[in-house]
């Protein structure tokens, strides 16, 4: 199986700052893409960023120029630098990433348990 842990949500104020990462492990051959995606209560699952094993990267049009996904492929860890939050922000982020197992032919989506993210106005 493959896991991903995240860690880093938290309650901060608006304006203010939060990183999160999210470790894979478990049985795995690659990973193409990793990212995040987030909940609010009510609102379907969006994307908030993502990037490729080859560092291209893409983000929500509601986060460029305040979010920064990085990653590091030796770690199979992805990390979200959160900047200038609003809380229209605040959500479940969950982790994604893209991977294939040694046992398997195609890639497929792995989920991280979710993490809280709360900015107070």
């Known amino acids: 199986q493959v896991q991903l842990v995240e860690s880093g949500g938290g309650l901060v104020q608006a304006g203010g700052s939060l990183r999160l990462s999210c470790a894979a492990s478990?049985?795995?051959?690659?990973?193409?893409?990793m990212g995040w995606y987030r909940q609010a209560p009510g609102k379907q699952r969006e994307l908030v960023a993502n990037?490729?094993?080859?560092?291209?990267?893409n983000y929500a049009d509601s986060v460029k120029g305040r979010f920064t996904i990085s990653r590091d492929n030796a770690k199979n860890t992805v990390y979200l630098q959160m900047n200038s939050l609003k809380p229209e922000d605040t959500a479940v982020y969950y982790c994604?990433?893209?991977?294939?197992?040694?046992?398997?032919?195609?890639?497929?989506?792995?989920w991280g348990q979710g993490t809280q993210v709360t900015v107070s106005s």
């Open positions: 990037i490729t094993s080859g560092g291209t990267t």
């Open positions: 478990g049985s795995i051959f690659s990973i193409n893409a």
């Open positions: 994604n990433a893209v991977a294939l197992r040694p046992s398997q032919s195609d890639y497929s989506d792995y």
